[in-house]
């Protein structure tokens, strides 16, 4: 089993930078992939970034692309968002998914998943 954690949320202002992390144990990931999704109030789950673990291909929602950084650290497990610019539109409960194979975009298609991070952006 894979067992995530995130941790990094927190109340900032517009415009503001902010970096949410997330800490995989359990099985390996290096033939896996692993994503940000997000949840706003009233709103489904938002694809946000994703990574492949073996040779770091990105993909990133398009709300989101050229401010958020996804990253990966392969000896500690982790994945990584930097998050620039924020915007109010931000604010939600970001989650860090994990699957093996490929990076997609689809929430269903991720097996693991962590209990989120509040993440607010409001002045």
């Known amino acids: 089993q894979v067992q995530l954690v995130e941790s990094g949320g927190g109340l900032v202002q517009p415009g503001d930078s902010l970096t949410v992390s997330c800490v995989a144990s359990g099985r390996t990931l290096s033939s896996g992939a692993m994503a940000w999704f997000r949840q706003a109030p009233g709103k489904g789950r938002e694809f946000v970034a994703g990574?492949?673990?073996?040779?770091?291909?990105?993909i990133y929602a398009k709300s989101v692309k050229g401010r958020f950084t996804i990253s990966r650290d392969n000896s500690k497990n982790a994945v990584y968002l930097q998050m620039n610019s924020l915007k109010s539109e931000d604010t939600a409960v970001y989650y860090c998914?994990?699957?093996?194979?490929?990076?997609?975009?689809?929430?269903?298609?991720?097996?693991?998943w962590g209990q989120g991070t509040q993440v607010t952006v409001s002045s």
């Open positions: 990574i492949q673990w073996s040779g770091g291909a990105t």
């Open positions: 998914g994990a699957k093996m194979g490929g990076v997609t975009v689809s929430y269903s298609s991720y097996d693991y």
